[in-house]
């Protein structure tokens, strides 16, 4: 994971990381440990990591694949009604 995502993760989301009491990067190992399933992003070529506990938030990773790996851009807890019309791809079993 590059510094690059975490830096961005921490600035930009550092009142919901904060408020979740979680670092940048906990909170992506979190994710990635924890999905439950991928969905398509509005971005092109961008995927959505998603962990759905059927709750009003869910925590997403935005991530796309280039250059032969994926990378992650961000990650951050969204209301659950922002994304549920986007496609989903792949359910985790």
Do not use: W
Request: aromatic fraction near 8%; hydrophobic fraction near 40%; charged fraction near 35%.
């Amino acid at each position: 994971m590059s510094g690059y995502a975490i830096d961005h993760i921490e600035k930009r989301h550092a009142k919901e990381l904060e408020q979740l009491g979680i670092s940048a990067e906990l909170f992506v190992k979190t994710i990635i440990r924890e999905y439950t399933e991928v969905r398509e992003s509005k971005i092109s070529n961008r995927y959505l990591l998603v962990v759905n506990k059927q709750l009003a938030k869910v925590a997403v990773i935005d991530f796309k694949y280039k250059d032969g790996e994926y990378q992650v851009v961000t990650a951050y807890p969204v209301k659950l009604e922002k994304i549920k019309d986007l496609k989903i791809v792949k359910l985790k079993k």
